[in-house]
């Protein structure tokens, strides 16, 4: 059940969508979340599903994941956060 979530501004409700796909644009993995669910917690159960690389923004830069993941067979490749 989606738990509440505390916005900015406001308290909202929802869902989070967590997808894998390949270069292709095919479906590898999917899973849905509730909104409060960090978004780095479904990575590795997902990463199961690949080798190779994985690709995502800054927001999932972690360095217990990318040694989890890499513990997989797959590199975890981000983007750069601002310091």
């Not at 969508?17 to 899973?31: E, F, M, P, R, V």
């Not at 509730?34 to 995502?56: F, H, Q, W």
Request: aromatic residues 8%; glycine residues 12%; contains cysteine.
């Amino acid at each position: 059940m989606a738990k509440p979530e505390k916005g900015t501004i406001w308290l909202f409700y929802g869902f989070k969508l967590h997808l894998i796909i390949n270069d292709q644009g095919g479906i590898i993995s999917i899973k849905v979340t509730t909104a409060n669910v960090d978004d780095r917690k479904p990575v590795s159960e997902m990463a199961d599903e690949i080798l190779g690389c994985l690709y995502g923004d800054k927001g999932y830069i972690s360095g217990p994941l990318e040694r989890e993941v890499a513990d997989k067979g797959v590199t975890l490749i981000t983007g750069v956060k601002k310091i």
